[in-house]
Every structure is written in structure tokens, then in C-alpha cells.
């Protein structure tokens, strides 16, 4: 079964950087894409960013356009998050997720099967 393993995440004030890693494991496929979701307490999981192993295409939403860039790692299965010039609104749990699939379309939770356990950030201000 596949399994994501994150780390990276802990407590940074606003204006501050912080780089997330998700690296993969128990599977044997050419071709994925792994995505970053978050969710804060209260609001629906929100699809950050994703990347597809295949072709390093990639989707942001635009709330983190120019701030956060996605980068992968094929040769490590590992993905990462670099996130620059947080905000406290950018305080929560923020999830790796994992599909079988060359490239996705829309960064939203139904397009994944598997996912990480979650890490917490937190922007203090």
C-alpha cells in the first residue's frame, strides 16, 4: 500500500519560510501526481498545489500563487512545498496526497487515493 511520510512543518512567524516534504513509498508506478492540501479548523481541506512525476507539470491555488512553489524529486519519490512569506492565514494542518495518474486537472481532495498523516504549521504574528 502506497504511504506518504511528511515533515517540514512547525511554528514560524509571519514573513518567515518554511519547506515541507512528503516522501513516497510501497509502489511501483511510472507515473503520479502528488498534491498539497491543507485544512484549518472550521473550513473545508483546500488544495494548495500539485505536481505530476511524469511531465513536472503543476497546478497552485491562488492564494499561494508567488509565494509557495512545488518541486519534486523523482529519484527520492519526494516531493516539497517551499512556502515563503507566511501569514497567519496560512496557519494549519497541511496533508500530502498521492494517485496513480500521468497529470490531474483540478486540485481537489476527490482526485487523490492515498494520503499523509498531515503536519501542522503555524504562523504566529
Known amino acids: 500500500e502506497v504511504q506518504l511520510v511528511e515533515s517540514g512543518g512547525g511554528l514560524v512567524q509571519a514573513g518567515g519560510s518554511l519547506r515541507l516534504s512528503c516522501a513516497a513509498s510501497?509502489?511501483?508506478?511510472?507515473?503520479?501526481?502528488i498534491g498539497w492540501f491543507r485544512q484549518a479548523p472550521g473550513k473545508e481541506r483546500e488544495g494548495i498545489s500539485c505536481?505530476?512525476?511524469?511531465?513536472?507539470?503543476?497546478l497552485y491555488a491562488d492564494s499561494v500563487k508567488g509565494r509557495f512553489t512545488i518541486s519534486s524529486d523523482n529519484a527520492k519519490n519526494t516531493v516539497y512545498l517551499q512556502m515563503n512569506s507566511l501569514k497567519p492565514e496560512d496557519t494549519a494542518v497541511y496533508y500530502c496526497?498521492?494517485?496513480?495518474?500521468?497529470?490531474?486537472?483540478?486540485?481537489?481532495?476527490?482526485?487523490?487515493?492515498?494520503w499523509g498523516q498531515g503536519t501542522q504549521v503555524t504562523v504566529s504574528s
Open positions: 505536481i505530476s512525476s511524469s511531465d513536472g507539470s503543476t
Open positions: 510501497g509502489f511501483t508506478f511510472d507515473d503520479y501526481t
Open positions: 496526497a498521492f494517485r496513480e495518474v500521468y497529470t490531474v486537472w483540478k486540485l481537489t481532495p476527490e482526485q487523490f487515493d492515498y
